[in-house]
């Protein structure tokens, strides 16, 4: 079975800031491992995904993540925020051979101005 | 293209009634998924289905909930009777079959129990 740890429930971040967002995961079998958004009011949506390959994977909006084996880790990264990036973040894991894909519990994002 | 679609977006009742949470899956999707979101317990998967089968019921909370797919562009999911602790946004996503595949989500049903 696999879990997901995301240490943080919220994280203040002033706005052009960087920011981190962790995840951790834990398996016995390959994974993939994805990073879902959460605007207010809305759905999830797919912000991106390591499947296999590169390690670092980015999105279209500037957000990276980089999976990293050894620390079993999936943490999310963007350069510089803005006001638009106020949402929740979720890290989501599935082993490959799986369809239940596990939902960390999410990290609230705030953008200070 | 059309995403999920829920209905209704929200739903406000009195307790004991029978409340009926509706989604239509993207086409040619043949996965479908029902989660619970909450304050207290995050997002909790309910029951997901392949090709319109019940796969993992393992999460619906008891037998007060059930979930049905009578064919592949239509689920619902029942809650009879319902109690205030019910109160929730509940999701409907869908999937091409297989781990790698992105689930897509609807906007959800925001459900409130009196």
């Known amino acids: 079975a696999q879990s997901v740890t995301q240490l943080d429930s919220q994280v203040p971040v002033f706005e052009e800031a960087p920011v981190e967002l962790r995840c951790n995961y834990s398996s016995s079998v390959s994974v993939y491992l994805f990073w879902y958004v959460q605007y207010p009011n809305q759905g999830l949506q797919l912000l991106l995904k390591?499947?296999?390959?590169?390690?670092l994977v980015e999105s279209i909006n500037g957000f990276e993540a980089e999976f990293n084996k050894s620390q079993t880790s999936f943490h999310l990264r963007k350069p510089s925020v803005h006001i638009s990036d106020t949402a929740e973040y979720f890290c989501?894991?599935?082993?490959?051979?799986?369809?239940?894909?596990?939902f960390g519990k999410g990290t609230r994002l705030h953008i200070l101005p | 293209d059309a995403g999920v679609i829920q209905s209704p977006r929200h739903e406000v009742t009195e307790m004991g009634q029978e409340v009926t949470l509706r989604c239509k899956p993207i086409s040619g999707h043949n996965s479908l998924f029902w989660y619970r979101q909450t304050m207290m317990r995050g997002l909790e998967l309910l029951i997901y289905?392949?090709?319109?089968?019940?796969?993992?019921d393992s999460g619906m909370p008891e037998d007060r909930f059930s979930a049905k797919m009578p064919n592949a562009s239509f689920s619902t999911l029942k809650i009879q009777p319902s109690e205030p602790r019910d109160s929730a946004v509940y999701f409907c996503?869908?999937?091409?079959?297989?781990?790698?595949?992105?689930?897509?989500f609807g906007d959800g049903t925001r459900l409130s129990i009196l």
């Open positions: 390591y499947l296999s390959g590169s390690t």
């Open positions: 289905f392949n090709n319109n089968v019940p796969i993992d």
């Open positions: 989501a894991v599935i082993g490959n051979r799986d369809d239940k894909i596990i």
């Open positions: 996503a869908s999937s091409l079959t297989g781990g790698a595949q992105p689930q897509h």
